[in-house]
């Protein structure tokens, strides 16, 4: 009896049931997006990435005739600086391939951050969609609901911390702001020209 005590700390929650394969996500999809479990994780490098690790994007162009594949890719969110005008998510072919350049970007200028059913990409679960006004969806999928928790923290938390920023501009120096638009707006729209160009390979 008294062992017995000894081992009980009371209820323990219910194990989650291992990822399994989802209906639009085939077998080597799958397979690469669950080889990049590790946990995301908070940087401080010289080029302003905030935050990095592995989600898995879906092809904009992904259509009911053409179901291409959801892909595993390293991403970075760097956060507004000299050289970027606009917190802006960078992906990646993997981990390594970061000074071979990005495959593509997203800019997160006017964005909102929208936690995504499993039913609406056919039970793909930790799905999570960056919106534009104007522009596709960007869709993501993290590997745990901690993990796409982390993510939408963070891209949101660098949103509102550039448009906190932008609204201080425009009460100080009006022409200032006006500016700084004009450069994320050219910003943005290059790399949306750059992603579209970019579907068939990334």
Same mark, same amino acid.
Request: hydrophobic share 30%; net charge negative.
């Given at each position: 009896?008294?062992?017995?005590? !000894?081992?009980?700390?009371?209820?323990? $929650?219910?194990?989650?049931?291992? +990822?399994? &394969?989802?209906?639009?996500?085939?077998?080597?999809?799958?397979?690469?997006?669950?080889?990049?479990?590790? !946990? +995301? #994780?908070?940087?401080? !490098?010289?080029? =302003?990435?905030?935050?990095? @690790?592995?989600? %898995?994007?879906? $092809?904009?162009?992904?259509?009911? *005739?053409?179901?291409? &594949?959801?892909?595993?890719?390293?991403?970075?969110?760097?956060?507004?600086?000299?050289?970027? $005008?606009?917190?802006?998510?960078?992906?990646?072919?993997?981990?390594?391939?970061?000074?071979? =350049?990005?495959?593509?970007?997203?800019?997160?200028?006017?964005?909102?951050?929208?936690?995504?059913?499993?039913?609406?990409?056919?039970?793909?679960?930790?799905?999570?969609?960056?919106? %534009?006004?104007?522009? $596709?969806?960007?869709?993501?999928?993290?590997?745990?609901?901690?993990? &796409?928790? #982390?993510?939408?923290?963070?891209?949101?938390?660098?949103?509102?911390?550039? @448009?906190?920023?932008?609204?201080?501009?425009?009460?100080?120096?009006?022409?200032?702001?006006?500016?700084? &638009?004009?450069?994320?707006?050219?910003?943005? #729209?290059?790399?949306?020209?750059?992603?579209?160009? *970019?579907?068939?390979?990334?």
């Amino acid at each position: 009896a008294a062992a017995a005590a !000894a081992g009980d700390n009371g209820p323990q $929650p219910p194990s989650s049931p291992p +990822p399994t &394969r989802t209906a639009s996500m085939g077998e080597q999809d799958f397979k690469d997006h669950m080889e990049h479990t590790e !946990a +995301p #994780q908070e940087e401080e !490098a010289s080029d =302003g990435c905030v935050f990095s @690790g592995w989600l %898995s994007k879906k $092809p904009k162009s992904q259509t009911k *005739m053409l179901k291409r &594949r959801w892909k595993a890719r390293w991403f970075r969110l760097i956060e507004q600086n000299e050289q970027v $005008p606009c917190p802006t998510i960078y992906y990646y072919k993997d981990d390594k391939a970061v000074a071979s =350049g990005e495959l593509g970007k997203k800019v997160l200028h006017d964005c909102k951050v929208v936690k995504i059913e499993e039913k609406r990409y056919q039970g793909n679960k930790f799905a999570f969609d960056i919106l %534009s006004p104007g522009f $596709p969806k960007f869709c993501l999928m993290a590997t745990t609901e901690e993990q &796409r928790e #982390q993510w939408i923290g963070k891209i949101t938390e660098e949103i509102e911390k550039y @448009g906190n920023g932008l609204k201080k501009e425009e009460e100080e120096d009006p022409e200032v702001a006006s500016r700084h &638009r004009a450069q994320t707006t050219a910003f943005e #729209q290059k790399a949306e020209e750059e992603l579209t160009e *970019m579907e068939d390979i990334d």
